[in-house]
């Protein structure tokens, strides 16, 4: 049974994201899954099976290793709850398990949540560190995300054009959507000259050009159409594609032959299949609003490209002429994106996804943007060897088209 127009989310929430410091892990769920509780207009005890989205359980936290760490806050036993992890994909995996299950007819109501801790540990033990220390021992012990990314942006300047340009307007455009965002872990718009005087970082990258790490967590509740359509008549939103691709290894990505440093073949991949059970024959026309993976800001020039937004090697002309902006075209990233955001990696992919459906039902308060019909979801995990790409509507955006 396919997704694609079988499933709707009819309820969501989520944390602040941010030094969560008050908050533990379990603390991080509750807060989360019971907004989308009270969002869709159910109880606790109507949720037949619950899905946790946690990319790296133990490693910053002590919780998140198993679906226990989300059957015990929330008192879900004793149905079936499940773990998903997949490096920046996890939240979004998440959801793609939980849709599938309800495509399925293997439960009717399903509970999706994302959350990830990661600013309670010290610099020795954080995510850089672990790149530091761990991995192959011969050809990927000490390659960071930031060492990555920037060959990405010193690929482009050899065969396109420089990006810093359209790297610095991503950031200031992402920053200034996170000061309209009180769930944003940054809320400050920056400058030209802060962007640019930041300190250097890796390759072309420099401070404001990284998102930071942070703690969060978002909630969503899935469901059958037909009883969406019982439960929140007026406003559900269908998932009309998600799609998941893993296209190279983790620690062999660098040396994939087919690795061309200038784009992700996983989000190419899973954009084409999203397009294709979604009926989208051109992102750039139907896509109103989307969510994408800005780790990097370079990374976002990139999935203008790779999501068929523009052609290769116009990525930079989109940002620069604004088409990316909230009163632009194709508004990307309105929450503020990784940027502003932060990036709890578990929690991320259920973040843009709630983020999408607040567009969609016009909730966005200062950040709406104009009939939000359809919207687009993505994730990038590892690096650059998984993605998922989803597609959400309005319920009757079928009929409008």
Known sequence: MPIGGQVAIIGVGKTKFGENFDQRFSDMVV???????????????????GWLGTAFAYTFSDEGNAGASLAEPLGLYPKPVSRVANYCATGMDAARHAAMAVAAGECEIALVVGAEKMRDVGPRQSLLAQHVERGHPVYAKGRTAPGMFGLIAN?????????????????????????????????????????????????????????PTTDGAAAMILCSIDRA?????????????????????????????????????????????????????SAAAEVRVAEVHDCFTVTEVINYEDLGFCEKGEGHRFVLDGRANIDGTNPFNTSGGLQSCGHPIGATGARVMVDVVEQIRGQAGRRQVRDPVLGLCHTLGGPGSVACVGLLSEKDWRGRR
Do not use: W
């Open 155 to 211: 690929r482009y300047k050899h065969l396109f054009v420089d990006p810093r340009p359209a790297m610095t307007a991503v950031a200031l455009k992402n920053h200034y959507n996170g000061s309209l965002n009180p769930f944003a872990h940054f809320q400050k718009p920056l400058t030209e000259q802060e962007v640019l005087k930041a300190p250097l970082v890796s390759g072309a990258l420099r401070l404001y050009d990284c998102c």
């Open 229 to 281: 359509k019982a439960l929140r008549p007026h406003d559900y939103v269908v998932i009309q594609a998600l799609e998941l691709a893993s296209t190279t290894g983790y620690f062999s990505a660098q040396y994939d032959l087919n690795n061309d440093f200038l784009g992700f073949s996983a989000t190419r991949a899973a954009a084409r299949k999203a397009y294709e059970v979604a009926g989208v024959r």
């Open 31 to 49: 807060d989360a899954a019971f907004q989308a509780y009270a969002d869709a207009g159910i109880s606790p005890d109507e949720v037949d099976a």
